[in-house]
């Protein structure tokens, strides 16, 4: 009886642990895997008009690769699997010069453009249709520990060359213009431009936003400079004045 008994435990040990393997097997292909993987995919043809054909899209986008890979590595990252998550980290930013860490969190239907450049770290949440241009980063400000990455809501755009440093919280819809430094928390349906960066315009929460048209946002820095001017001319004019009564 003890024997029998044996027998059966440990062929359902076996049987466990056979089983495991499978269920990784299963959940990498299960649709919960690979449904952000196509929301990736799909969403290039809606933004990216230089977009022609699928084929087109599957081996000549880096960010797509970027994706592909991450979303593996955060997989295996999320399962403690150590050194291999940031193997393909690695292997991913020496393919496509796009580094995110494994531990970074990725919504669906982000898309990267172009992408050489981004920088995406470890505690950094990237909220679903997020639009990141080339030379982006989101990054922390020193060596603290915990949260140190910013998190950036759904649908939101970062223009070339931005950097957003530290444990910030972007709010859904925020438009971040090129070359801007983020320094601060930003909330909803904001555009911010500038050195540190500045909100320039904000919109109600519902209201239609058009695409963000670098060509069109305001020089911040310009317009301050022609109202010192202008405000120096006015001066200089009372000056004048002042010096032909005094003779």
């Keep these: 009886m ?30 919960a895997f690979f449904e952000p993987l196509l929301s990736d995919f799909r969403i290039i043809f809606e933004r990216d008009p230089a977009a022609r054909n699928w084929l087109e899209v599957v081996f000549c986008y880096p960010g797509l690769h970027a994706l592909c890979l991450h979303r593996l590595a955060h997989w295996l990252h999320g399962r403690g699997v150590g050194f291999i998550p940031r193997l393909i980290s690695h292997l991913g ?21 172009h992408g050489m450049g981004v920088v995406i770290g470890e505690t950094a949440i990237v909220g679903d249709y997020t639009l990141i241009y080339q030379g982006v980063t989101l990054g922390g400000t020193g060596k603290e520990t915990g949260k140190r ?3 950036v809501g759904k649908n939101a755009v970062i223009g070339a060359g931005a950097k957003v440093l530290g444990n910030l919280q972007i709010g859904d819809r925020v438009r971040i213009g090129a070359g801007s430094i983020v320094l601060r ?22 209201a ?31 000056l004048q004045t002042l010096k032909v009564k005094s003779h």
């Design 149 to 151: 990455h910013p998190t």
């Design 2 to 31: 003890q024997q029998s008994l044996d027998s059966i435990t440990n062929s359902q040990t076996l049987k466990i642990q056979g089983s495991k393997p499978k269920s990784w097997l299963k959940n990498i292909l299960s649709g």
């Design 208 to 238: 239609s936003l058009s695409p963000l048209e670098h060509g069109k946002l305001p020089d911040v820095e310009a317009t301050v400079i022609r109202s010192l001017l202008s405000r120096i001319e006015q001066l200089e004019k009372q």
């Design 93 to 113: 930013r020496f393919l496509t010069g796009i580094e995110i860490h494994p531990g970074a969190e990725i919504g669906q239907g982000v898309f990267i453009d």
């Design 185 to 206: 928390n930003i909330p909803n349906d904001c555009t911010v431009v500038g050195v540190p960066g500045r909100i320039i315009s904000r919109k109600e929460s519902g």
